[in-house]
């Protein structure tokens, strides 16, 4: 690896050929490597949020209820003496009884009303059991589902008892009396909360869960058996949702330590602050704070809930640690139910961790239930104990002196601890247990920026660590914090919603009420923003509006429209896409915002992004456009003809690079198709029409019957590896037709449509019960109609429909629609097919003859004479013409004949749909779009599960979802492929240098001189005849394609790894394949002659194959069979050239222009004519030079600088050889040869300056195929006549191989192609046998 990391890091000064090579890997773009190609477009599985309180409670009563009888002692207990004496700070011996029991239960609902100040507070003093009762029944009445708390001091009164009583007096205070928990309860009722203090406590905690118990059980007797007695009785009160607190177990006395309060739980649950210090002083560890006594702790300045202050900021420390403690130690449910949803039970329970840590010292358990783990030995007590001992340090100063009071440096460290978890843990660990301090100190505004920064760091590790913070309890402070007009505190919070939104986005409603979404607006408009926060705030913005009406109407009035549409030309691309997602969002559905859009041209605008060199703005910009179209409104001749012209806009998609776009153009179409129904359907009809009455040309059949073996010929032939791209090739829907397809390879066979059309409906029952919706799996039209209705649709006399006519923008539409359900990209194709699918059921459907309203209604409707053809033809958008125009105007078509003599079963059809049909003339002229045609005004009934939704709710294409998972990722962490550590980045390093390796053994060889070539180092049958084979650059895989299939072997092992079906459809065949990234990550792309480019990763390994991408390289390429007579290439078919260096790739073939695509922004960037009026029939282009040179059928040879116009753009055209050029080859040095070859074996050799050739050599006739060498100036070349020459640069043959080694020496087939390895010395040839055979130089030189 040393030599490696040198390398990485060495100038590039005086490096040899070799090394610079190696420099470059690392340097070489990688081609379909990024995201949209790995992933599938989906959003990420939702996350079940569990951070929201389904129902908050307030507790909104108290009963204090106190049974001290002052100065007389129970029975049961024995005091010390010294004792306890204090009640709630009050010496109740210090007055007189009555007076005492009255100040203490005043000091307690004081001490109460601290934590809720809003709660109505009934006292009960030494009550009797009636009273009790009163109090109860009164306060659950008023609270009814409220919680109610219920606060027993039994210090007066004996223990309770373990049948589960607690005591009480009777009225004249001679007898205790007892109470029966199970009484309690069900005066209580429920939501409760129940605080005991007294010894023994526990017993009540028992019996209270056993009187639970037995109730739950007798509910359960009454709901199975009516007739019970207790099912007479008023249903008991369930008691799960019943909170309590006890000051000890069952078998503990209190502590009667008498420096310590008598009612030290109560204490500890009410005045938290006071006890701890007072405990704190107690303990040996305070002797090291020199001066401090109990009496100084009374005089701490400050108010509890004034932070700035002493007492305020210790009070708000306990609060941060308790709720931590809590946060780490408890499961998330109860941590929720019992520190989120109540303030009071909160307040109660962060202080009942403070009396577990303290009555624990004196051999004291309290109870709660439901039961707490124990946390009294938490680490962060420490820290509390800290914090006490600076402040207290500080208080004989500041109250002596006067000194100014010095903040605790608690939170300031507390944040350092945190920031220490973020920059050295590892991915997997147990969350930071900050986090609720993190919280706490939002509301500090001097720590506050550093807390938001932390905070963001925090929540972009993942989901996982936005539900954790929201389940803390971050998301009221980060809402209150929009109130915030600091602008240093603008990029954290919309980095920091921007998580939050990303993974749970049901707060949009949250957003709306609190006017959030005005702050997001603000950042969107403010310029000086930098564009990643201008984004996120647009990607907020779009998750406001996202199908949420309320938040579509706010943000309209927020000026949204207006601000996107000024950022639709930032350079930042993120931007540009989620300005449009967010557009498409806010008008979808929402008609105030589409005519907003309208009156700014927001289309208009939008059209600009449909040409942006990132194909994922394309994407957003299509998606934005659609569900412009798409609004359900009503329509007036304005917004149709708006309607029309985005569609028009939206098909110059049609050949987009991306498969993304395309998916999102066929929904976006869909959208347009809901919209205008009847017009589709009319068109719809014609098309099926018109495929019935033509046989389409197949290309198939015009070939010799001996070249195309079909590929399942032989029992020995091993079945096809099925492809996992996402779908199955096509879905399965189609892959029944295709397995079919495989079989006969004759297209002229009129399988299927011909059964669907109107006029055979009736009479065939069979078909029009298979007629189901389109949910069947079985299509109306299935992949066969469609594809030959697209070529048919390309030379019939529809063409004649192309005019300024109302139906020109439909039959377009539908066209393309075709045109896309044939895409090579299974997703694209099938999404089309759902759209013509359901457009054609509804279409027959309402074609069916059944529908017509009676016989009578016939004779009105005959097809009309078609001789007045064309008396209107209308504007785009006019009205439907007047009930007088012939039926042939209305469409716009050529008339067809007169219709043929009608039998008695086959009444003629009417297509019900809309007033666009033909023989409309019983529907009158005013009706809406959608209503169905007269007869059926009322009866919706049969239209199966209503269509109309069918298309447009189950088209999408989630890539909204899809970009939205980039703010959930983490977008600080580095990216792996630069993580020197990563094992990708170890896979990389370790391919880098097997590179140079084989660069470097391979060029050992070839420098030494090659002077035979014909040992044979492998040979196999291929499954199909080979008709292109192409080598890996660097490991020891070959790919050989046969016509629609490809298999991969390992020349070495000399083993079959793979073979899959390239899904091109059956009348074309693959001709041409490379590798892209072949020094990295491999691709192979494949291309056949109808222009389609497909694109393959995880070949010829273990995994299943999977298509990348595929898409239509040349549009116009209907596979002929132009040019040579020989067998092995009908036609040129489709050639490429392929540079890595530039990610340009270079195709033509039976078209008149070489056309480059980027694949980076996966779009065409150049059409370079070719002058000729014959097929391309080889490319080879040097990025150097910017040079293309290309073959032809015609015998010439064409030389194109890419950099120059298309007019001035050939540089150099040579005609020296008589016929079809089988290859041109431009040498990659700077200056290289160009070396040409024909048919005749004529080979030549150009200086791309001098117009006349510098060398030539001739060479066998009857050439079939040859390659070059760039190596080792090597050429082999291939001819009908079984043999293969392989001559040197002199033009001397070195091999002439005729006969397989081995086999009884059998002589080789017809040669269909051949291939050289790019750096060994190694031929690959594929025969029309099937054979394969590979040779190489001489053993000893290898």
Request: hydrophobic share 40%; glycine share 6%.
């Amino acid at each position: 690896m040393k030599m490696d990391s040198d390398l990485l890091h060495s100038p590039a000064v005086g490096l040899t050929e070799e090394e610079e090579a190696d420099m470059n890997d690392w340097k070489l773009p990688l081609a379909f490597m990024k995201k949209r190609h790995s992933e599938k477009i989906e959003g990420s599985k939702a996350l079940a949020q569990s951070w929201r309180m389904k129902d908050r409670m307030k507790t909104v009563s108290v009963a204090l209820v106190l049974c001290l009888n002052v100065g007389v002692d129970p029975p049961d207990v024995v005091k010390t003496s010294p004792c306890a004496r204090l009640e709630c700070w009050i010496d109740p011996l210090s007055m007189s009884p009555q007076k005492a029991l009255e100040t203490i239960g005043a000091s307690l609902q004081k001490q109460y009303e601290n934590w809720q100040p809003r709660a109505r507070y009934k006292q009960s003093l030494d009550p009797t059991v009636d009273e009790v009762k009163k109090l109860c029944t009164s306060l659950r009445r008023n609270a009814k589902e409220e919680r109610v708390l219920f606060h027993y001091n039994g210090h007066g009164v004996p223990r309770p008892t373990v049948n589960g009583e607690i005591w009480v007096f009777n009225k004249n205070y001679t007898q205790y009396i007892p109470l029966s928990i199970y009484d309690l309860q069900t005066w209580m009722g429920s939501p409760s909360i129940f605080v005991y203090d007294c010894s023994n406590a526990g017993i009540i905690v028992k019996s209270f869960k056993q009187f639970a118990l037995q109730r739950e059980q007798e509910l359960e007797v009454a709901a199975i058996n009516p007739s019970h007695p207790l099912a007479q009785m008023p249903l008991p009160p369930s008691m799960k949702n019943c909170i309590q607190l006890a000051a000890c177990e069952a078998s503990e006395l209190l502590p009667m330590n008498p420096d310590l309060p008598a009612d030290l739980f109560t204490s500890c649950l009410t005045t938290p602050i006071k006890i701890a210090l007072r405990w704190f002083c107690m303990q040996k560890s305070a002797k090291l704070v020199p001066g401090v006594t109990l009496d100084l702790i009374e005089k701490i300045p400050g108010r509890l809930n004034d932070r700035r202050t002493p007492l305020g900021e210790l009070n708000w420390i306990f609060t941060a640690i308790t709720d931590t403690i809590a946060w780490n130690v408890l499961p998330r449910d109860l941590f929720q139910k019992l520190f989120r949803q109540d303030l009071l039970v909160a307040s109660l329970f962060r202080n009942f961790l403070l009396a577990e840590r303290i009555m624990r010292s004196y051999n004291c358990t309290p109870v709660s239930s439901p039961r707490l783990p124990p946390t009294y030995m938490h680490a962060m007590w420490q820290a509390w104990d800290l914090a006490v001992d600076i402040c207290l340090s500080q208080l004989p100063t500041i109250i002596e002196e006067g000194t100014a009071f010095r903040h605790s440096p608690f939170f300031a460290e507390q944040l350092t601890a945190f920031q220490v978890w973020l920059t050295m843990g590892v991915e997997n660990r147990n969350p930071p247990e900050q986090l609720p301090i993190v919280l706490q100190v939002l509301l500090s505004q001097v720590h506050r920026l550093r807390a938001l920064d932390l905070l963001g760091r925090f929540l972009d590790l993942g989901p996982w660590a936005v539900s954790l913070a929201l389940s803390v309890g971050i998301f009221p402070y980060v809402l209150k914090l929009l109130q915030s007009s600091a602008r240093e505190l603008r990029p954290l919070l919309v980095f920091i919603w921007a998580k939050i939104l990303a993974v749970d986005s049901s707060c949009q409603a949250d957003l709306v009420k609190d006017n959030g979404h005005k702050y997001f607006l603000s950042v969107l408009a403010d310029s000086y923003m930098p564009a990643e926060h201008r984004t996120m705030a647009v990607f907020i913005l779009a998750v406001i509006v996202n199908s949420y009406n309320t938040g579509q109407e706010a943000c309209l009035q927020g000026n949204l429209i207006a601000n996107c549409l000024e950022q639709l030309s930032d350079p930042h691309p993120l931007l540009r896409q989620w300005v449009a997602i967010c557009l498409g969002r806010i008008w979808q559905n929402f008609e105030p915002a589409r005519w907003c859009g309208v009156r700014d041209s927001a289309h208009e605008k939008l059209y600009t992004l449909l040409s942006d060199p990132i194909p994922e703005v394309r994407c957003a910009a299509v998606f934005a456009l659609g569900t412009f179209v798409g609004n359900s409104a009503e329509r007036t001749d304005h917004s149709t003809t708006i309607d029309h012209n985005v569609a028009m806009m939206l098909a110059q998609l049609i050949n987009d690079g991306s498969p993304v776009v395309r998916k999102e153009l066929v929904v976006a179409l869909s959208h347009l198709v809901v919209q205008y129904e009847s017009n589709f359907c009319t068109v719809a009809l014609q098309f099926i029409e018109e495929e019935k009455n033509y046989t389409v040309p197949s290309p198939a059949n015009t070939a010799e019957p001996g070249s195309l073996t079909p590929v399942r010929d032989s029992p020995a032939i091993p079945r096809l590896r099925s492809v996992n791209s996402y779908t199955n090739i096509r879905a399965a829907t189609t892959a029944r037709n295709l397995n079919k397809s495989l079989q006969n390879l004759n297209l002229n066979e009129e399988g299927g449509p011909a059964a669907f059309s109107p006029g055979n409906l009736s009479t065939s029952s069979s078909t029009s019960s298979t007629l189901g919706s389109p949910d069947n799996d079985e299509y109306i039209l299935s992949f066969e109609t469609i594809d030959k209705m697209r070529r048919v649709s390309s030379y019939s006399s529809l063409n004649s429909l192309i005019g300024v006519s109302f139906n020109s923008v439909y039959t377009q539409i539908w066209r393309v629609l075709l045109h896309l359900a044939a895409d090579p990209f299974p997703e694209v194709s099938d999404l089309a097919m759902k759209v013509l699918n359901s457009i054609a059921y509804k279409a027959t459907m309402n074609a069916r003859p059944q529908r017509i309203l009676d016989s009578g209604s016939l004779t009105q409707s005959a097809p009309a004479s078609p001789t007045s053809k064309g008396t209107h033809i209308h504007q785009a958008g006019g009205s439907p013409p007047m009930p007088s125009a012939s039926s042939s105007s209305l469409t716009n078509e050529v008339p067809k004949p007169p219709a043929r003599e009608q039998t008695a079963t086959r009444p003629p059809y009417t297509p019900t749909l809309g007033g666009q049909a033909p023989h409309s003339h019983q529907f009158p002229r005013t009706r809406k779009m959608f209503d169905k045609g007269p007869e059926q005004a009322g009866e919706d009934g049969d239209e199966p599960g209503g269509h109309r939704n069918y298309i447009s709710a189950a088209l999408q294409t989630g890539l909204c979802d899809w970009s939205a998972k980039y703010f959930a990722q983490p977008v600080m962490k580095i990216p792996e492929e630069h993580d020197l550590e990563s094992q990708v980045r170890m896979e990389r390093q370790w391919r880098f240098l097997r590179n140079t390796r084989v660069r470097r053994q391979s060029r050992g060889i070839t420098q030494r001189g090659v002077s035979r070539l014909d040992d044979q180092i492998f040979i196999n049958r291929n499954p199909g005849v080979p008709s292109v084979v192409k080598f890996h650059p660097f490991n020891t895989c070959i790919a050989v394609a046969d016509k629609d299939s490809i298999c991969f072997w390992d020349w070495e092992k000399g083993e079959r790894l793979d073979y899959f079906y390239n899904g091109n459809p059956r009348y074309t065949r693959i001709t041409a394949m490379e590798y892209l990234n072949g020094h990295d990550c491999s691709l192979l792309l494949t291309a056949t002659d109808d222009g389609a480019l497909r694109i393959w990763k995880n070949f010829a390994d273990q995994k299943n194959p999977e298509m990348v991408t595929a898409w239509q390289g040349l549009s116009d390429m209907l596979p002929t069979t132009r040019g040579q007579p020989t067998s092995s290439a009908h036609s040129a078919g489709m050639v490429v050239d392929w540079e890595q260096e530039t990610g340009l790739l270079m195709t033509s073939g039976d078209v008149r222009v070489v056309r480059i695509w980027d694949t980076d922004r996966e779009m065409k960037v150049q059409d370079i004519p070719t002058g000729a009026d014959s097929c391309v029939t080889s490319l080879s282009c040097d990025s150097q030079r910017s040079l293309i040179v290309a073959g032809l059928g015609d015998g010439s040879v064409r030389v194109f600088d890419r950099r120059m116009g298309p007019n001035e753009c050939r540089v150099m055209t040579y005609r020296e050889h008589g016929a079809w050029v089988v290859k041109a080859h431009l040498q990659k040095e700077t200056d290289g040869h160009i070396i040409s070859v024909s048919v005749n074996g004529d080979v030549r050799f150009f200086e791309p300056r001098s117009p006349d050739s510098i060398n030539v050599l001739q060479t066998v006739k009857g050439l079939t195929a040859l390659d070059i060498h760039p190596q080792a100036n090597l050429f082999a070349c291939g001819s009908m006549n079984q043999f293969i020459a392989v001559y040197n640069a002199n033009g001397d043959v070195i091999s002439n191989i005729k006969y397989y080694d081995g086999f009884m020496g059998q002589r080789i087939g017809a040669i269909s192609c051949l291939a050289f390895h790019p750096h060994w010395p190694h031929l690959a040839v594929g025969s029309n046998d099937y054979y394969m055979s590979i040779y190489s130089a001489e053993k000893r030189l290898r």
